[in-house]
C-alpha cells in the first residue's frame, strides 16, 4: 500500500500563503486546527506527552496562544484532537481495505493487516502518539484508546462471523472477549517495534499478524499457509 498518505493532521494540512490572502475566516481556522493538530503529534512524539507544553504547539504550528485557546481549552484537549483526527483516518483505511478485498476471507484480514501497518509506517511520530503516549494522557485518552479497540475488534468479530455462516460445523462461536484479546496481542506487537524506533518496519510483521488473526478466528490449519 505504497500510496497511503499521511493520517489526521497531516493527511488534512493546508498550509496558508504567506502575505496577504482572500481565504474565508473557516479556511483560515481549519488550517490553523490541523497545524496545531500536527505540532502536537510531533512534540509528543519527540518529547513525550507529560513534557510537551501549549508553547511547543503553538510554536510549531506558527500560531498565536490566543489563536491556541480559540481551538483547544487545554494541552489535553488538544491531544484528544489530534489522537481523534489520526485515528478516524487509520480506522476508515483499515475497514475499507478489509471489506473491499478480493478473495477469500482470509484475503479481506490479510488486506486490512497490511493496511494498517502500512498505514501507520509512513507516519512514524503519529503511530508512536497512537500507540505509546496515549497511555500517559489521562482517564479521557485511555477511553478513547478502548474505543478503538473495540472497533478492531468488531471488524473482526464481523469477519468470523461471515465466515461462520458458509462453514457452521468447522468454525465454532467465539465470545466477544477473543477478539478484543487478538486486538490487545496485535496491539502489541506493533507497540514494541514503535517504542523500539522500528516504525519503518512494520510491514515486516504482516505474516506474523495475519497468522495471529486467523489462527485465532478459524484455526492454525487455516493460517499456516500464510507464514
Known amino acids: 500500500m505504497g500510496d497511503v498518505k499521511p493520517l489526521g493532521a497531516e493527511a488534512q494540512i493546508r ?6 490572502h482572500q481565504l474565508a475566516r473557516e ?4 488550517s490553523q486546527r490541523a497545524r496545531m493538530l500536527e505540532a502536537m503529534a510531533h512534540a509528543v512524539a519527540a518529547k513525550g506527552y507529560a513534557a510537551t507544553t501549549v508553547a511547543d504547539v503553538v510554536g510549531g504550528a506558527g500560531v498565536s496562544r490566543k489563536t491556541f485557546y480559540e ?24 475497514e475499507r481495505a478489509t471489506l473491499e478485498a478480493q478473495g477469500e ?7 486490512g493487516v497490511r493496511a494498517y501497518l502500512n498505514a501507520l509506517a509512513v507516519v512514524p511520530d503519529f503511530a508512536r502518539t497512537f500507540l505509546i503516549e496515549v497511555l500517559a494522557a ?5 477511553e478513547r484508546r478502548a474505543e478503538v479497540h473495540g472497533r478492531f475488534a468488531e471488524l473482526l468479530k464481523t469477519l468470523h462471523e461471515s465466515y461462520r455462516a458458509d462453514h457452521p460445523e468447522e468454525i ?16 502489541e506487537l506493533v507497540s514494541d517495534r514503535v517504542r523500539k524506533g522500528r516504525t519503518a518496519e512494520l510491514p515486516e510483521l504482516e505474516p506474523v499478524i495475519s497468522y495471529l488473526q486467523i489462527a485465532f478466528l478459524a ?7 500464510g507464514l
Open 15 to 20: 498550509r496558508l500563503p504567506r502575505g496577504p
Open 27 to 30: 479556511e483560515v481556522l481549519a
Open 71 to 94: 481551538h483547544f481549552q487545554d494541552k489535553e484537549d488538544c491531544f484528544l484532537a489530534a489522537f481523534d483526527a489520526g485515528v478516524q483516518v487509520l480506522v476508515d483505511t483499515v
Open 105 to 111: 476471507w482470509r484475503e479481506h484480514i490479510r488486506a
Open 138 to 142: 489521562g482517564p479521557r485518552a485511555l
Open 172 to 187: 465454532p462461536e467465539l465470545p466477544d472477549e477473543v477478539f478484543t484479546a487478538v486486538v490487545g496481542a496485535v496491539n
Open 219 to 225: 484455526g492454525h490449519s487455516e493460517a499456516a499457509d
